[in-house]
C-alpha cells in the first residue's frame, strides 16, 4: 500500500513538472523546483501569462489529488527522489547534481544509530548537503530510532541544488538550516557533534583560500575532497564523528601523505569501509566510508582500524552478518 501511494504521489507530482516544463519552456530541473515551490505556498506562481488559465486549472487538480494522498514526509522524500532521478536522464545533469544512494544513507543512519546517545542534543551537519536528500534519510531513520534532539545543518555553494534542498525540506515539514557558502571557507554553523558528506571529487580552483590548509598541494590546484575534510575536522568537537564518502583509492595518490598529516594532527583514524561494489556503475567510481573521530577526552584510536568491505546489497545475509560486526567493533572502540 505505502509504494503504491509513492508511486501515485510520483505520477501526479511528474504530471506537474512536465506540465511546467512545455509551459515554461523550461528544464526538468527547474520545473520540479517550481512544481514543488507550488505545493509548499498552495499558489501557483505565474509569469508573463505562464502557466496559462487553463493549465492553472489543471495544476490546482492535480495538486488536490497530490494532498489528498496525506503521504508522510519520508513517502514525500521517495517522490522527490524519483523525480531526481527522472531529472538525471532529462536534463542529463552533471555528477555533482546527482543524489547519494538511499542504502547508503541507511547505512550511516545504522552507524550512528550505535554512536550516538539518544538523550542528547546532537548537532549534524552536511558541508556538501546537495539535495539534502542524504540528511533526510538520516533524519527519518534516526527519528525512527528514538533520537528526538537533533539538528541538521547543510551547506552549499550551488543555488539549483540549495533550491532543491529547500523545497523538499519544507515539503516534509521537517526542520534543516540550509546555508549557501564556499564550505572551503570557515564555517557559520555551531560546532558538530556529527559530520556527514558526499564529498565532491576533483580539484579546487582557487589557490589563493588554500593557503593556509595542511592538505592543499605544493604545485597546482588541490584536491577539494581533501580540502574539505581538513576544514570538517576543524569544525567538529572533540571527540566528534566525521563520515565522508570518499573515492576508494584516496590514500593512493601523491597528496595523500598531506592528508594523512591533516588526520593524524587532529583526529584517529578509525576506519575505511569499501561501500558495496554493485552501488555503483563502475571500478573508477567506487567510494568509500571514511571514518575518523575528532581527539579529545573520550575519543582513542580504534585497535584494530575498521578496514573491509561491505558485501553486494542483494546479499542480505552477508550483509546483516558483516553490519553486526560493524556494530561489535564499535561497541569496542567508538565512545562519544
Known amino acids: 500500500m505505502e509504494i503504491k501511494k509513492v508511486k501515485q504521489g510520483f505520477d501526479l507530482f511528474l504530471e506537474s513538472v512536465n506540465l511546467l516544463m512545455k509551459s515554461l519552456n523550461s528544464s526538468f530541473l527547474d520545473a520540479l523546483i517550481e512544481s514543488g515551490d507550488n505545493l509548499n505556498t498552495g499558489q501557483i506562481m505565474v509569469e508573463n501569462g505562464h502557466p496559462t488559465e487553463a493549465e492553472q486549472k489543471k495544476l490546482t487538480e492535480i495538486y488536490q489529488q497530490f494532498s489528498n494522498l496525506a503521504l508522510t514526509a519520508e513517502q514525500k522524500r521517495q517522490v522527490i527522489q524519483f523525480a531526481l532521478f527522472r531529472a538525471q536522464s532529462v536534463d542529463k545533469i552533471q555528477a555533482t547534481h546527482q543524489l547519494t544512494p538511499d542504502s547508503i544513507g541507511v547505512l550511516i543512519a545504522d552507524f550512528l544509530k550505535s554512536f550516538l546517545p539518544t538523550s542528547r542534543p546532537i548537532v549534524l551537519v552536511d558541508p556538501t548537503v546537495g539535495t539534502a536528500n542524504l540528511l533526510l534519510t538520516l533524519d527519518h531513520f534516526l527519528q525512527k530510532a528514538g533520537f528526538s534532539n537533533l539538528e541538521f545543518w547543510g551547506i552549499d555553494n550551488d543555488d539549483t541544488l540549495l533550491a532543491i534542498a529547500s523545497m523538499s525540506v519544507q515539503l516534509q515539514q521537517t526542520q534543516i538550516e540550509l546555508y549557501h557558502q564556499?564550505?572551503?571557507?570557515?564555517?557559520?554553523?555551531?560546532?558538530?557533534?556529527?559530520?556527514?558528506?558526499?564529498?565532491?571529487?576533483g580539484y579546487y580552483p582557487l589557490d589563493e583560500k588554500t593557503k593556509n590548509f595542511t592538505s592543499r598541494s605544493v604545485k597546482g590546484h588541490s584536491f577539494v575532497?581533501?580540502?574539505?575534510?581538513?576544514?570538517?575536522?576543524?569544525q567538529l568537537k572533540p571527540n566528534g564523528l566525521g563520515i565522508f564518502l570518499v573515492p576508494k583509492f584516496i590514500f593512493q595518490t601523491a597528496e595523500a601523505k598531506a592528508l594523512l598529516k591533516v588526520i593524524q594532527s587532529f583526529a584517529h583514524f578509525q576506519g575505511l569501509l569499501n561501500l558495496p561494489a554493485d552501488l555503483f556503475a563502475s571500478k573508477e567510481a567506487q567510494k568509500s566510508l571514511l571514518i575518523l573521530q575528532k581527539k579529545g577526552p573520550i575519543a582513542k584510536q580504534a585497535v584494530p582500524v575498521l578496514i573491509g568491505e561491505f558485501p553486494i546489497i542483494k546479499d542480505h545475509a552477508k550483509l546483516e552478518n558483516f553490519v553486526e560486526q560493524v556494530k561489535s567493533w564499535q561497541h569496542k572502540n567508538l565512545f562519544y
Open 225 to 234: 575532497h581533501h580540502l574539505l575534510i581538513e576544514q570538517s575536522l576543524l
Open 182 to 201: 564556499d564550505a572551503i571557507d570557515p564555517w557559520i554553523t555551531p560546532k558538530a557533534d556529527i559530520i556527514v558528506a558526499d564529498l565532491p571529487v
